[in-house]
């Protein structure tokens, strides 16, 4: 879990938790704790984190649910492309736009670039007179 957590972009720990948490959150992995220390034993290593909240969020969304919505999507079938995953939701012409190439895999995307994707797609349903996100 803290692995995921902590995870960076473009590796397979990488995922919804990671970008929400991190959007949130500065993630620490501060140390392992082994089985020994524990009653009963587990058969796995634990790890301790420190989630420290942003005082000020580095990449900030205009709409946050928007933001999560599109992470989702996202992620919701990891082994396939950007395009596909956001068929419907977000034109390859506008992460084109946004210098994101829309054959990437969502485990390659920055908190950055997601939070850029929401704001885009809130800009352009805010110009086309939409209301907030579609769920």
Same mark, same amino acid.
């Given at each position: 879990?803290?692995?995921?957590? @902590? %995870?960076?972009?473009?590796?397979?720990?990488?995922?919804?938790?990671?970008?929400? !948490?991190?959007?949130?959150?500065?993630?620490?992995?501060? +140390?392992?704790? &082994? &089985?020994? !220390? +524990?009653?009963?034993?587990?058969?796995? $290593?634990?790890?301790?984190?420190?989630?420290?909240?942003?005082?000020?969020? &580095?990449?900030?969304?205009?709409? &946050? %649910? =928007?933001? +999560?919505?599109?992470?989702?999507?996202? #992620?919701?079938?990891?082994?396939?492309?950007?395009? /596909? /995953? #956001?068929?419907?939701?977000?034109? @390859? $012409?506008? =992460?084109?736009?946004?210098?994101?190439?829309?054959?990437?895999?969502?485990?390659?995307?920055?908190? @950055?670039?997601?939070? !850029?994707? %929401? /704001?885009?797609?809130?800009? $352009?349903?805010? !110009? /086309?007179?939409?209301?907030?996100?579609?769920?």
């Amino acid at each position: 879990m803290v692995e995921r957590l @902590a %995870a960076e972009p473009g590796g397979t720990d990488w995922g919804r938790l990671s970008v929400m !948490a991190q959007y949130y959150c500065q993630v620490e992995q501060l +140390f392992i704790v &082994p &089985p020994e !220390a +524990f009653v009963p034993r587990p058969k796995v $290593d634990s790890a301790i984190v420190r989630l420290t909240p942003h005082e000020t969020l &580095p990449h900030t969304a205009e709409d &946050p %649910a =928007l933001l +999560f919505e599109l992470v989702k999507l996202a #992620f919701g079938q990891r082994r396939k492309t950007l395009r /596909n /995953n #956001f068929k419907g939701r977000v034109t @390859a $012409d506008t =992460l084109e736009d946004l210098g994101i190439d829309p054959i990437r895999r969502p485990q390659t995307l920055t908190v @950055a670039e997601y939070v !850029a994707i %929401a /704001n885009r797609v809130t800009a $352009d349903e805010q !110009a /086309n007179g939409e209301r907030g996100s579609q769920t």
